[in-house]
DNA sequence: CAAATTTGACCACT
DNA sequence: AGTGGTCAAATTTG
């Protein structure tokens, strides 16, 4: 167990499986980077006044030539750090995911035929909340279900209602997974008729039918298009809570 | 009428 | 200059 309170401080979370975290697996190539760092600076400390001694034309190269080294050590720590604070999941549900998000944004993306949609937290300016998330629904399904794929940045600080948690919910696949245990989002599986068939063996004919009401509200989440209302969503799972 | 969404403008980065 | 992310005024919705 390893806590990553440098790159996740929001998050400061245990991982159960290091294989899968991108703290733990990243954090020894940051380590390697700022090892590179110092001994630029010190190099740079030893060969500068040399140079400063002997008036030359090539001092400013060399000066230019450190700073280009530290600028490149610097970035590619801060992509390291900004890819570590992003999740992302597939999801044909993209709006149902406990929280509540403002729509700020709509984007064409090159080489996209769908829109790339940008959220934030609805509580944003009341409680500076900083969590934002991306959807933009997939361009290759190799399923009959619509896929979006969900890219969440920043945690939740906000404390607000979460609204009603999902029956069944699975988490789909992720490599970093482990990093966000809050943020559960129904998968193709939520949507299986198996949970079905076994209440239609143990409950009879009364049960029969009440499945397959729940497959047709099931249905109509997984089929239902990026722009759906997030509300009637809800509605549709507070009925499948009440089944 | 307040809240949410839409959409063109703007900005930072490459 | 092209691209992606954000802002904010206009518009829509409940």
Known sequence: MKLHTRYLPQASSTCADESECFACDHQPAINE?????????QLRAI????????PDLRLEL???????????????????????????????????????????GQKNITNSK?????????????????ATKTVQQQEHNT??????TVVYYAHHTCKANTGPALPHVIETSTPQSAMSPDRIIASQETVSPHTGSHKILENGHATQQLTEDMQVLLKKIACAPLDSDIWEMDAILCRINAC
């Not at 060969?47 to 002997?54: A, C, G, N, R």
């Not at 999941?89 to 993209?94: G, K, S």
């Open 33 to 41: 980077i700022e090892k590179v760092q110092a001994l630029v600076a």
């Open 47 to 54: 060969i500068l006044p040399e140079y400063e001694m002997i």
């Open 62 to 104: 060399v000066s230019q030539l450190f700073g280009s080294l530290q600028d490149c050590a610097s970035k590619a720590i801060l992509e390291l750090w900004r890819y570590g604070e992003s999740t992302s999941y597939m999801t044909p549900v993209p709006h149902y995911d406990g929280h509540q998000w403002r729509k700020y």
């Open 114 to 130: 769908h829109q790339r949609s940008y959220y934030r937290c609805t509580y944003k300016h009341e409680q500076n909340c900083m």
């Open 143 to 148: 399923t009959e279900t619509v896929m979006y």
